[in-house]
């Protein structure tokens, strides 16, 4: 039977990092993106969605990325996957940021 | 918008029932950990009727409900060689669908 990069319980060699810390100005910006995203006004894709384009992703990914990165590569996903944005779009617009702050 | 249907159905099990979890194949989205596959345990509570979330995940606009029961699990029955307390449980909330009776 195949497990899911999520369905970790009972599997040896794993920690836990118990270090607390502020959310990050990145943090709250993807958790507002997706509050916002997931309201009953703009209900633009479910939670549920969000879980299976995170379970989706390769074990490496899976490890590599923290709690609030795993959503941000969801809400891009599911954007695309609704059509509300295209992958030119997002694209785009991360390489215009990335020259306006050269 | 999703058109959610009603389910008429009743709960198939009670509360005090004797189940074993199925074993799989798993859905693409799922929410029974494989941990759990194949072990027996009493349902505890019946918690309601949920949209099922393995369709949610997809973007389906027409989502059946399920009941969601909360089941107890004796840790010996889950993990071979478990060193704790004889009465050491865990509760699960599992979808009807992935409960046979015992």
């Known amino acids: ?102 | 918008m999703t058109d959610f249907q009603a389910n008429t159905r009743h709960p198939i099990f009670n509360v005090g029932d004797l189940i074993v979890v199925k074993s799989g194949p798993p859905e693409v989205h799922c929410r029974t950990p494989t941990y759990l596959r194949g072990v027996s345990g009493s349902i505890v509570q019946i918690m309601g009727e949920y949209h099922n979330p393995s369709l949610l995940a997809f973007h389906k606009t027409s989502v059946s409900k399920i009941w969601l029961y909360r089941v107890n699990f004796e840790q010996a029955d889950i993990w071979r060689k478990y060193s704790g307390p004889n009465c050491d449980t865990v509760a699960a909330d599992l979808y009807e669908h992935w409960l046979i009776p015992a």
């Open chain 1, 1 to 102: 039977m195949q497990r899911k990069v999520n369905d970790v319980g009972g599997l040896a060699g794993l920690t836990i990092n118990r270090e607390e810390h502020d959310q990050t100005f990145f943090e709250k910006r993807v958790d507002a993106m997706l509050m916002l995203l997931t309201s009953p006004k703009v209900k633009a894709f479910s939670v549920d969605s969000l879980r299976r384009t995170i379970e989706e992703s390769t074990l490496d990914d899976y490890s590599k990325r923290g709690y609030y990165d795993k959503w941000l590569y969801a809400i891009r996903q599911l954007l695309v996957e609704k059509a509300i944005l295209s992958d030119e779009e997002i694209e785009q617009r991360i390489s215009l940021i990335k020259h306006s702050k050269r």
